[in-house]
Every structure is written in C-alpha cells, then in structure tokens.
C-alpha cells in the first residue's frame, strides 16, 4: 500500500519567492494534518483537514501561509512570501477517521536563504 | 484545550534492558486516544501504539506496551528489551474530540540505547 506521498523532498528558495508544498493522503483516508517541525519549536500543528474541510487553521503562522485540500485525494500548503524563518521540516499526515492514529508522509525539508 | 507533557528530554538505556517513557496529559474530554511515535534520525515519523479512553486493557504491540493510568492522566511508553535501533525520538500524541480531533503532539524524549 503507498503511504502518504509529499512532494518534493527538498527544497531550496530565496527569500520572497513562492513554496508550494504537495501531500497525497492515503487512499480512503478522511482526516489530513500538516505539521511543521524545528528543533526549537517541535512539532506543530499547522492546520487539520476533515473530509476536505478546513476544521482547525489556527496553527497557521500569518497570512503568508495557505492550504487548500480541492479534493480526498490532493492538498498543498503554499508559503507567499517565504521568510528564512520559514526554514523547517514540513509533514503532512492522514488518519482514515477522526479517532484512529495518523500516518505520516516523509516530509520537505524546506530551507529559505 | 488539549495539552501533553513529555518531561524526559533524554533517557538512556542499556541495550537488552526496559525502558520507560513518560507521557501525562490534559484534557476534560472523556472521549480521547493516546498514541506514540518513533522518529528515527532519518527524520521519518512511525506510528507505535495507540491507547484508546475507554479501553480496559493496556495495548500492547511487539515489544511496545503502554502503561495507561486514567485516574493519573498518564500514558507511558514502556519498550521491553531494548535493541540499538531503538534509539530515536519518541513522541506522545493525543486526540479527543473537545479539540475538534485534532491530533497534539508532546516535546519528545531522544532515547538512546547503549551497546
């Protein structure tokens, strides 16, 4: 079975451009998450996804960071305009109902200079 | 709100020998689940066990158990026979629907196994 597939592994941008984020859920899965990772800060909940519905945002940063989920099988979080602080490890996860454990993509390790 | 404390930043264990993680938590929801995950330094995040609320009994998978005490609010990670792969981050997680099922995660405990 493929599990959670996020694009691209790595990526690398300068200061003020555009990040676009991809994550593909498992398959019949209902519930998505997107977290992010530093060593400072841990792991954080960015905004959680239910049957396609954003149900908690509140994790986001500022208004420089948006996620869309168009579809079950499709979501992005896309950071416009980037910041250095920006830099961390980016997760996406999905759960097949709102009770059971979530299982986590690979991550993108975005780095902004 | 849902909170969990993770208060162990590093434990150390000799290889073959058990090791506790400890895990307590918040929440006035009587509905929730308590899972663990393992962060190897490969950077992935692996899910482990999973203690739901109501659940009399302990879960157990492999040589992962999990010491749940309701009444304490507790929910530790107990590894039995430790091997030098173990050595990762462990991570506590909770859902409960009071936070929307939104899943929170601990500040994590790096174990380190010792040959």
């Known amino acids: 079975d493929a599990g959670v597939i996020q694009s691209p592994r790595h990526e690398v941008t300068e200061m003020g451009q555009e990040v676009t984020l991809r994550c593909k859920p498992i398959s019949g899965h209902n519930s998505l998450f997107w977290y992010r990772q530093t060593m400072m800060r841990g792991l954080e909940l960015l905004i959680y996804?239910?049957?396609?519905?954003?149900?908690?945002d509140s994790g986001m940063p500022e208004d420089r960071f948006s996620a869309k989920m168009p579809n079950a099988s499709f979501s992005t979080l896309k950071i416009q305009p980037s910041e250095p602080r920006d830099s961390a490890v980016y997760f996406c996860?999905?759960?097949?109902?709102?009770?059971?454990?979530?299982?986590f993509g690979q991550g993108t390790r975005l780095t902004v200079v | 709100a849902q909170k969990i404390t993770q208060t162990q930043p590093g434990m150390f264990v000799q290889e073959k020998e058990a090791v506790t993680l400890d895990c307590t938590y918040d929440t006035s929801d009587p509905s929730y689940g308590l899972f663990w995950y393992k962060q190897p330094s490969s950077g992935e995040m692996i899910f482990l066990i999973y203690?739901?609320?109501?659940?009399?009994q302990n879960a157990t998978e492999g040589r992962y158990s999990l010491n749940f005490q309701k009444a304490r609010k507790s929910a530790n990670l107990v590894i039995s026979a430790s091997q030098l792969g173990d050595s990762a981050m462990y991570f506590c997680a909770m859902r409960s629907s009071g936070s929307a099922r939104q899943l929170t995660f601990g500040s994590g405990t790096q174990l380190t196994v010792l040959p």
């Open positions: 203690q739901g609320s109501y659940d009399q």
């Open positions: 996804f239910n049957n396609n519905v954003p149900i908690d």
């Open positions: 996860a999905s759960s097949r109902d709102s009770n059971t454990e979530a299982f």
